[in-house]
Every structure is written in structure tokens, then in C-alpha cells.
Nanobody, 124 residues
Framework: QVQLVETGGGLVQAGASLRLSCAASGRTGTSYPIGWFRQAPGKERESVAAISWNGGSTYVTDSVKGRFTISRGNGKNTVYLQMNNLEPEDTAVYYC?????????????????WGQGTQVTVSS
């Protein structure tokens, strides 16, 4: 099982930016597809973004398109989610996970255990 740790959340005002990090807690790194997910109060967990093993393919969901960017670090051991122009609707616990990725249907199925996630709260 891939073990990943999310960091970087916080409480910010609308329009602010945050950068979330997803890093391996073991020795396997992140050389496989990684997805970011979020769960807002009263809602189901949803896929937010995904990136291929080499960073060549990326996806972001429509609601964050143009505001969020997913990327890999130079060493490809860390995956980032840059979140700009945050809005209250982005408030959620954000998780990362290894995924089975289909770049044809844009479906991303988590394959690992869920960690604690990192809380993002955006005030108006």
C-alpha cells in the first residue's frame, strides 16, 4: 500500500492562495498516478485533480479549472496542488491517493488507504 501524507491546508479568506503537498511517507515515492480528492461538509468525496506518473498528463475538475494546478516536483517524489483564488465552496478536507487512471474517460479510482487529509477553510 502506498503511504502518502498531505500538508499545506489552512484557514484563508476568499481570493487567497494555498499550496498543498502530497509526499510519500515510505520509500516508494510518487512514481505512479496521483489524485487529489476533497470532501466538503454534507457531500460525497469527489475527485479534484490527477497527474500521471511522469507529470505528462493532468486533470482538474471543471469547478476548479483555471484556479487549481496539479504538478510534480523535480524529483517526482512530491505532488503539489496549487490553489489560487480560493472561494468558500472550496472548503473541504483534501486528500491525495494513488489512483488507477483512465485518460480517455477521465476517471480516477483511488487504490490506497485514506489518510487524515488536510483541512482547507475559506471564509468570505
Amino acid at each position: 500500500q502506498v503511504q502518502l501524507v498531505e500538508t499545506g491546508g489552512g484557514l484563508v479568506q476568499a481570493g487567497a492562495s494555498l499550496r498543498l503537498s502530497c509526499a510519500a511517507s515510505g520509500r516508494t515515492g510518487t512514481s505512479y498516478p496521483i489524485g487529489w480528492f476533497r470532501q466538503a461538509p454534507g457531500k460525497e468525496r469527489e475527485s479534484v485533480a490527477a497527474i500521471s506518473w511522469n507529470g505528462g498528463s493532468t486533470y482538474v475538475t471543471d469547478s476548479v479549472k483555471g484556479r487549481f494546478t496539479i504538478s510534480r516536483g523535480n524529483g517526482k517524489n512530491t505532488v503539489y496542488l496549487q490553489m489560487n483564488n480560493l472561494e468558500p465552496e472550496d472548503t473541504a478536507v483534501y486528500y491525495c491517493n494513488a489512483v488507477q487512471a483512465s485518460w480517455f474517460t477521465l476517471s480516477f479510482t483511488p487504490t490506497g488507504y485514506w489518510g487524515q487529509g488536510t483541512q482547507v477553510t475559506v471564509s468570505s
